[in-house]
């Protein structure tokens, strides 16, 4: 549980200071193109692997089946990553351009030091706090980095509370594990790995489809209205 706890401790840290929050985000849609092509790799399933960088990038990527099978590993991961981070990247710099002039209008006809805008994937909706007075001397480059430490920090916390849950009901089954002449630590050490294994994919996955698809919910007045609460 410290080693654990550690790990997502310093992941949220990267989160709230933003100081390498930049790194962690690249390194989750490494890793999330790289499951989703070793799936493939051992399906061959070519409409299931343009289902899942649908489902979860929310794009189509233009590789045919030839080329996924007949590029090395290394340079096909390198490929399909490039083609998402660099729509995500665009995606933030639109985001960026559309909610600046929200930016201007607050700092310039009121004192809040603080706007909220509604970011949804178009499942669900979670509010992000973008510091006015830095976002609009910096022309909105701010919010992008806002957006990212907001649903990443949301999307860890949620992972970690059911993970936590997931770790209260193994306490509880491994138990039974005593009655079997078997030793309980034993099981609850390696499942427990195998269930933080899990959840890190799981936050690597949703941040990286979250961001991909991020965009703003609501129109201008009613983000000022918002920020004003």
Known sequence: MNNQGTVIYNKRRNALYGDRLSI???NMFYDTCEMIYDD???????????????RVFGMELPFTEKELDNTRRDEMEKKIYNEVFNAYRERMQRLNDLAFPFIKNVYENTRYENVVFPITDGKKVMQVVAPVKKSYENKGREIALSIEK???LAIIDDQWKEHLRELDDLKQ???NATYEQKDPL????F???NLFEKMLLNINR???SFLSRASLQVKQNENVREAQR
């Open 186 to 189: 034993l099981i609850y050490k």
């Open 24 to 26: 962690d985000i690249s």
């Open 206 to 208: 949703e941040i990286s």
């Open 191 to 193: 499942e427990s790995f």
């Open 150 to 152: 907001g649903i990443t």
């Open 40 to 54: 493939f790799r051992n399906s061959g399933d070519i409409e299931e692997f343009n289902m899942e960088i649908l």
């Open 173 to 175: 089954s491994v138990q």
